[in-house]
């Protein structure tokens, strides 16, 4: 029997995984993508920016790039524009011909600046002549330049400039010059610009050249103060245009929806034949001799050059008996006539070039005749394969790590026709190219978003006015530093990329019963408040305590997020639903209220109390607050009082269910400033449970398991009728609260709360309990032990 793992690729005996791999072929993956991760990154130029003018609904938009960058939004926001303006500015056309439609305004011309920086010599290198990299090279300042692709209206045809600093005014600049100068010499060359251009008057002599005006209008602009420059698009020398494509990188471009045929093509212009390139650059130096024996049938072929220059014919005598019948019977109508008949010389670019890919389902035939799922799986395993031997080589020669090709991989829906493991398979994939080249995707899919390596995201959408054509609103999106690494990775996972990507409004809450609930009570109070037909997302962030990172994570995206928690937040952890310096004042207001009609002097803490309120949450977050309150110095009077109340909040914390009592009992002081504090949080979109957690609004039973107790409750209360008769003679205030609530989330207009009178009338929000690491020097053990001494 054959060992398995030594058994051929096509072994019977080996084993199989669940996506059906056999192992030879899950290591081998395995290991290409540990190559991949571990070899060392190359140091290209970076695509930095792209402003976009006038180009089919991107009216006037700017988007930052990276070397991994995502496109996401709705269809038809423009996300395939922004690919094709891409590479129209690179290569000088788009995937299909650019016709007047494409103009937002069919009257201005299409305009497309694109930054580059972090060049270097290796970058510089492509450009083969000496002369035109030399010219170039004078236009960079800062490792850095400005390309400008223009189209004029009404022409389909571009032209490339670069954005450089010149003269603001317009009679400085060639186009004017030029025309003024044409045709004029000398005393009247003069006489014309020193009219357009009074300063040259002392630069001129009483003959001037046109070579010596525009010296010494050069001098005159470079002397020009700040103020009296701008920004130009201005013309690139002669040839120049031509000559820096091989330093630009070259677009890689994949349609959501394309014939599979023309990326299998092989004269270079496809994936396939770009792959082929590598081919060759890999083998040449291993195929010298069979180069030799294609010059060898060259010469028994054709008349060729030796060494000297000089023509000799080396041919068979059958191929000159072939060229001299033919002359014979041309001098018959041509006398004059001398013939001569040229074979050219075989080359491996023009034998690899007839290369094809098949495909044996069960029927061999070409990968155009087969369906779209294996289509776009030959699509994918080209860019898998053209990454690996890219960067891996066949074995064959050293490979060059710098001064090679730069391209720039736009792919559009890669997720199409792939399953969820494919698609992170592909991801994996992009990941691993983007450490050479730039890539950037539009997407649907939350899979392609990584905290390490999706640099940037740009999130588009439409926008329609009354009166005007519509256009695209951009959003871009660089976590940065906003971010921990940390928080990243806790937070961007699937259902929230989802919710990011996509969603019009996110509600954050602090679990699954949560979200169960507010989503049920929502549309049955009113049908409209659906939150899947208005795209309204409820995010279950575990906790009060993660709502300033999931918040700050969310407004990456500019999505409105509102913030449902319980009544406690008030007490403990309500730095995180503020920062604002009025509210926080209302809050203190609120507690010192609180505190006054509680009873005095305060219950000691027995020694079970003091076990018990080390594993409470909201003890550990005050004590965390007081500490770094008191680390961070107490340098003045608002410092002394936020670590006194950090203080005084940890040392009452064993008082939490009485202070909640207060919250929700009758002392009209209390309820007074309760009311204002819950009014002024709702404007900032944090919606706080008046009546102390979500319980009380569903019928409290007291049951420890919360999600099955609300979906039960959800089974059950089917009817506003129905949910009211849960609630009893307190359901006209509850509805009250949650229309208001809802309203607010929704969008709809919602009634006012009724001012309070003795009982105040709140706002809604939501449990939040949080227990987090407890990560300091002094343990809450540690002082609730002293404090029984």
Known sequence: MTDESTSSPNSNSSRSHPHGEPDWYVAVRHSILRALRTRPERQDLKLETIHIENFRALKDVTLPLSTFGCLIGENNAGKSSVLHALHLVLAGNTPRNIDIHDHHDPLLPIRIELTISEISEEDL????DSGHRASFEADITDRMITLVRIVPPGESKSSLKILKLGPAEDRFTDKVLTPIMRGKRNEVLREAVVELIPELEPLLGDKPAQSDVREARDKIVEALAPEQKALRDEPLGTGIDAAIKSFLPEPLYIEAVKDVASELKTSGTGTFGKLLNILLHEVTDKLGDIEEQFSDIQRKLSRVFDESGNHTDDRLDQVKKIESTIERFVRESFPDIDLKMTVPVPEIKTIVAGAELTADDGHEGSIASKGDGLKRAVTFAILRAYNVLRHEGLGTTERKQTGGPSYLLLF????LYLYPWAQRQLFQALEAFAKDHSVLVTTHSPVFFSPKSTKTFTKLRKVTESGCTPYTAITPVVLGNSVSVRDAFQIIRHEHNEIAFFARAVVLVEGDSDAVVLTHLASLLDPQWNHIDRNIAFARIGGKGNIGKYRTFFNHFDIPVH????????????????????????????????????????????????????????????????????????????????????????FTSHRKNDKLAALTGTDPDVARHKHELLEALRGENVHVLSRGDLEAYCGDTGRSEKVEHALEFCDEVTSETSYRAVLGEQADEIVKELMTLFGSIFGESAPQPIPPTGKAKESPIEPVIIRPPFDTPSSVEDVTASSQN
């Open 412 to 415: 559009e829906e890669p997720e």
């Open 125 to 128: 290198a492509r450009i083969s």
């Open 563 to 650: 913030v449902v928690c319980d009544l406690d937040a008030l007490i403990g952890g309500f730095g995180k639903l503020t920062a604002t310096t009025e509210i926080i004042e209302i809050r203190r207001t609120l507690m010192a209220a609180i505190d006054r009609s509680l009873p005095t002097p305060a219950p000691e803490i027995g020694a079970r109390a003091a076990k018990d309120l080390t594993a409470r949450g909201d003890a550990q977050s005050n004590w965390t607050r007081a500490k770094e309150v008191f680390e961070g110095g107490a340098q003045d009077d608002a410092a002394w009082t936020a670590l006194r109340e950090a203080m005084d909040d940890f």
